[in-house]
């Protein structure tokens, strides 16, 4: 049986975990890592200012990259069909045009923040419940998968109809997820013990080592 079936049931999508892929970094680097995100978590909680235009960066940035690459997408790739590439075109000069906005009004940028976070937060509960159907999920598994799944749904409506509230439960995510994964990363560089990373399951032995040929 492979190491990944091991893991999870077969079949259920494991979403990639930020600490996962910092694991074969060096471990001053992940302290480094780690401390950043625990100080800009902090700020985030603690200084309305600092997570407003943290926030609005964010979802600036994140944005921009993504019209930047559907543009050149969609002017660069000649295998698409015409109607795809002008569907893509299209789609990354808006893109391009709301994170320039998000960038001059900060106002704009929150609140548009705030629909995009209740919004994803509704398909991610709708994500999780469809990974608690496939046969061979334990019950326990279905039953919290489905609940954490409803709430996320619950929350993500409620941030999109009230938006203080929804303001609120964003800063609180991304401060609390930036503290979260700030601490896991500091324990896992600090802590001599911590696996470092898995080793593939056919590497062949490394030549020279005890028995080897000298």
Not at 45 to 69: H, Q, T, Y
Not at 74 to 81: E, H, M, R, T, V
Not at 119 to 144: C, E, R, Y
Not at 161 to 180: N, Q, Y
Request: aromatic share 10%; charged share 5%.
């Amino acid at each position: 049986m492979s190491t990944a079936a091991a893991g999870a049931p077969a079949g259920i999508p494991r979403p990639p975990n930020p600490v996962e892929l910092l694991r074969h970094l060096p471990r001053s680097t992940q302290i480094a890592l780690g401390g950043i995100a625990i100080v800009i978590g902090a700020l985030v909680l603690l200084l309305d200012a600092f997570a407003v235009v943290f926030i609005v960066a964010l979802f600036g940035v994140a944005i921009l990259f993504l019209g930047i690459s559907s543009l050149a997408h969609g002017i660069g790739n000649a295998k698409l069909p015409g109607w795809m590439r002008g569907l893509e075109t299209a789609f990354g000069v808006l893109a391009i045009g709301i994170a320039a906005a998000f960038l001059l009004d900060l106002r704009f940028g929150f609140i548009f923040s705030t629909l995009l976070f209740g919004f994803g937060l509704a398909f991610a509960g709708l994500g999780l419940i469809s990974t608690a159907l496939p046969p061979g999920v334990p019950a326990w598994a279905q039953a919290f998968r489905t609940i954490v799944g409803v709430l996320d749904i619950v929350f993500g409506f409620l941030a999109v109809l009230f938006v203080p509230l929804g303001a609120l439960l964003m800063v609180l995510f991304v401060g609390l997820s930036l503290l979260f994964v700030g601490i896991e990363l500091v324990v896992l560089g600090a802590l001599p013990g911590t696996p470092r990373s898995v080793p593939a399951p056919d590497s062949p032995p490394a030549s020279g080592g005890p028995g080897g040929s000298g």
